[in-house]
């Protein structure tokens, strides 16, 4: 077996609680997918997935203020009772069976 070392890093104390539940939820335990990610990187000869940025991006602020636009546009929609939801509902079901 060849020589073994320590590799140790920082991470979100909750960004690994999530990947730990996935991994168990796989079979895994977390010292093996790394092991699985660092054998699969030698494989490819780099990352073992597509490491690209977005053709478009928007800014925090950007993103934020089209939030906020929708909730406006939203506001806007007058609110239905349930009658006319349940209407709504039964008559979208009967145009698919069509």
């Not at 000869?45 to 636009?69: D, H, M, V």
């Not at 509902?89 to 009967?94: D, E, G, M, N, T």
């Amino acid at each position: 077996m060849a020589e073994q070392v320590l590799i140790q890093f920082r991470a979100d104390k909750a960004l690994k609680q999530e990947v730990t539940e996935i991994y168990e939820q796989l079979g895994l335990d977390l010292p093996t997918a790394f092991r699985m990610f660092m054998s699969k990187s030698k494989m490819v000869k780099g990352l073992p997935f597509e490491a690209i940025l977005p053709e478009q991006s928007i800014t925090r602020a950007e993103a934020k203020n089209a939030f906020y636009e929708l909730r406006q546009q939203a506001a806007a929609v007058p609110e239905m009772s349930l009658d006319e939801i349940n209407a709504e509902i039964s008559a979208a079901r009967a145009e698919r069976k069509r």
